[in-house]
């Protein structure tokens, strides 16, 4: 399989082959980053199928495919039908989606999403992006900082580390990964520091980029897109993420349970394909990114 310097795609086997692909199909990746998934496609694509991709990160138009087959969108992907309506498309035949944060993301110093680096506090995947990861740490209240870290970062000390942070910026305003670090060290104990640093980063960029609203409105369009028999492929990386899709393929919703008919029945716009999938130890040896993802795999009904 063919990998890219920028990204090295998660699952790329199962993932594509998840999607059944048709030769003439029409298909979506929503989520480009370095084109690993969609080179896949395109190489079990006939001449009249079609791939759409979006991906709203100016780095990623660095890698385009030069296929006549192939478009590239630079949007989020919670506008998907908005967009494939703009190109023509009502309905397609799969959309494959792999939510984690892109390796070059990680690797870029500058954009601020790894805690390896000494960087300004930014953490936008959309470079073009009003919120980024200052304003959260700087701006937000004492309440809010506390349910950004305790939903999203699932930490129980999210009411020390929201407190912790609002005392030291009435000094002075809190800029780099390196000026957060030194606050909340009181709280990395030595043999879970990385760990802990990690869910707070995690949080915090999932705030940043509505990661959770956006999954969600992205999940409502599908039913409405896939053609009947047609398939989502779909990485998750955090449980978050995860029990959201699960149960977004199970009933449809994310809350509560669909409504049953005078028989007892229950309508659901999908059926899951498959049980979990998750990388093989020779591939997590490989690409230590790959360690928490989960495929599922669902078709339309």
Request: charged residues 30%.
């Amino acid at each position: 399989m063919e990998q890219t310097e920028y990204h090295n795609p998660v699952l790329l086997k199962e993932t594509v082959d998840g999607l059944a692909i048709k030769p003439d199909g029409v298909y979506v990746d929503v989520t480009f980053g370095g084109g690993g998934h969609s080179r896949e496609i395109l190489k079990r694509l006939g001449p009249e199928g079609k791939l759409f991709a979006f991906d709203q990160d100016q780095d990623a138009l660095d890698n385009v495919i030069d296929d006549d087959r192939f478009t590239l969108i630079n949007e989020n992907f919670r506008f998907i039908k908005r967009f494939l309506r703009f190109h023509g498309v009502r309905k397609v035949d799969g959309i494959l989606g792999d939510f984690g944060v892109s390796s070059h993301q990680f690797d870029v110093a500058e954009r601020g999403f790894s805690t390896r680096f000494e960087a300004d506090l930014d953490m936008r995947m959309d470079q073009k992006g009003a919120l980024s990861a200052y304003e959260v740490i700087n701006k937000y209240e004492e309440a809010d900082l506390r349910t950004v870290f305790l939903e999203y970062g699932e930490l129980r000390n999210a009411p020390k580390l929201a407190r912790a942070i609002v005392e030291v910026r009435k000094e002075k305003p809190i800029k780099t990964s390196v000026g957060l670090k030194e606050v909340l060290s009181p709280f990395l104990p030595k043999h879970k520091e990385h760990k802990i640093l990690a869910q707070i980063y995690q949080a915090i960029r999932i705030e940043v980029n509505q990661e959770i609203d956006v999954l969600k409105e992205f999940l409502m369009q599908t039913s409405e897109l896939l053609e009947k028999g047609g398939r989502i492929s779909l990485i998750s990386y955090h449980s978050l993420e995860d029990r959201l899709v699960k149960r977004f393929i199970r009933s449809g919703m994310f809350e509560g349970e669909p409504e049953k008919d005078l028989y007892g029945n229950v309508s659901v716009p999908f059926r899951k394909v498959g049980g979990l999938i998750v990388p093989t130890q020779k591939e997590i040896k490989e690409n230590n990114r790959a360690r928490s993802a989960k495929l599922r795999i669902a078709e339309r009904i």
